[in-house]
Structure formats: C-alpha cells, structure tokens
C-alpha cells in the first residue's frame, strides 16, 4: 500500500491547478506568460488575486488530499502519508499531464507539511509570512519556511519519517529555486505584486 499511496499522491499532485486556472479564465497556458512558472505567485502576476487565491488553496488541497487517501489505504503508516505527501509535490513540480512542466511545489508543501506535523509548521509560517511582509520576495519567504520547518520538527520532536520527508522538501525546494536563488544574490529578483 505504500507504492500505491505514492503513486495516487503523486497523480493528485500533477493536477495544474494554475494551468487549468489560466486555461478557463484566459485562454492562456500560464507557463508561457510571467516567470513561465505554474504556481500561485506568477498567477497572481498574470491573472490577479481572485485566480491567484483559488490556485493557492487548490494547490494546499493536493497535498491534504494525498495524505488522506494514504491515511486510508495505509492504516495511519507515518512512512506512507509522508511520502505520499512528498510524491504530490513531485507531482506539482513534474506534471506527467502537463509535459513534466509545472511549479516549484510551495503551496502542495504547505498542505503536506501542515497535514503532517502542523506545529512546526505554523511557527515556520509565521516567520516566512512576517519575512515576506518586510522583503515582498516571495521566494525568500519560501525558502526560510522549508529551512525552518525541520529544525522546529527536530525540536517538538516530530516522528522521524515526517522530518526525512521536510528535508527531502527542503533539498527539492532549493533546487527548483536555483535561479531565485542567483537572483537574490544579485539583487534582481521579482518581488510580490511586481510585473
């Protein structure tokens, strides 16, 4: 059941929210507009808040929705809702139904890593949002919340398997940051509500 829960994780986590978002409301394939990335943040550059907004909690709801069915098929294995969890970000990042073109996985991480172990989370949260109001840089935020987010599991003493999924998430989200990441150092990129 544990190949089964990660392959419906990952299934539920190629859905493009923003995609298909762009599509209904636009006509428009939103990888090709804005930063080419489909998440929520360039949705909301392309599309405006209302889009945005629902990309953002249809994107949380893959992650919640992944651990739930994992939960059911796996009779409550912290090894299967956890990387269940971890196949939907996956699925986010590499859609097998969008050409393996899809976002960076920040807001599946969300619903996943809030599902698994929310007090760490919250408190990661807090820190990222407080961050994200003083430098707008969305990616920044990002990047302390999953940095954070094993360090606060490791102190709350969150079962093992739910901090190997967060740092297997932090190493991912670094990397499909990369190019923020250069950005950052030199002091170009985007920040929130900028075209």
């Not at 995609?19 to 409301?25: F, L, S, T």
């Not at 398997?161 to 297997?168: A, G, K, R």
Request: hydrophobic share 55%; no cysteine.
């Amino acid at each position: 059941m544990l190949f089964l829960s990660m392959i419906v994780g990952y299934l539920l986590g190629a859905i493009s929210s923003s995609y298909i978002a762009g599509k209904i409301a636009s006509d428009v394939d939103i990888r090709e507009h804005g930063s080419g990335n489909a998440g929520a943040t360039n949705t909301l550059r392309v599309l405006g808040p209302k889009i945005a907004l629902i990309v953002l909690i249809a994107d949380i709801a893959k992650g919640i929705l992944a651990i739930a069915f994992a939960h059911l098929l796996a009779s409550d294995s912290d090894w299967a809702m956890g990387l269940a969890g971890l196949a939907a970000i996956v699925g986010h990042n590499w859609p097998i139904y969008f050409g393996f073109r899809g976002g960076k996985g920040v807001a599946t991480t969300i619903g996943v890593l809030a599902t698994l172990s929310f007090p760490p989370v919250l408190y990661a949260g807090l820190v990222a949002i407080a961050l994200l109001f003083i430098t707008r840089y969305v990616s920044l935020a990002a990047l302390v919340f999953v940095t954070l987010i094993p360090i606060f599991q490791l102190a709350m003493h969150t079962p093992a398997p739910y901090i190997w999924v967060s740092i297997t998430i932090f190493l991912m989200t670094f990397w499909r940051h990369r190019t923020n990441i250069t950005r950052l150092r030199q002091g170009t990129e985007h920040q929130i509500f900028s075209k």
